[in-house]
């Protein structure tokens, strides 16, 4: 870890998205600089990509889930605030 091109030969090789490169190389030279070491930031390419975005189907599916699992929690919570309320 205080090598540091050993540690960008590292990250140049892992299995991992830009950004995440980025936020990793960015701590490491926060750290870096706190420690005296001195670090000069590779280059990181981020790839922009568009929002997931649920087609109709996803949502009405999401919505028939959701207000299928209100019904039960509903009605635990109301038996668990009379119980509170009565202690």
């Known amino acids: ?3 540091t091109e050993d540690v960008k030969a590292y990250l140049a090789k892992a299995k991992e998205t830009d950004g995440r490169k980025e936020i990793i190389v960015t701590y490491l030279a926060r750290l870096y600089e706190f420690m005296h070491i001195r670090f000069q ?3 990181c390419n981020r790839v922009e990509t568009l929002p997931f975005i649920p087609t ?3 949502r009405l599916i999401v919505k028939s889930l959701t ?3 209100k019904i039960p929690f509903a009605r635990v919570n ?3 605030f009379d119980c509170v ?3």
């Open 1 to 3: 870890m205080f090598n």
């Open 67 to 69: 207000n299928y699992l």
């Open 41 to 43: 930031k590779p280059r």
């Open 85 to 87: 309320a009565h202690m």
């Open 56 to 58: 109709e189907a996803e």
């Open 78 to 80: 109301d038996d668990f």
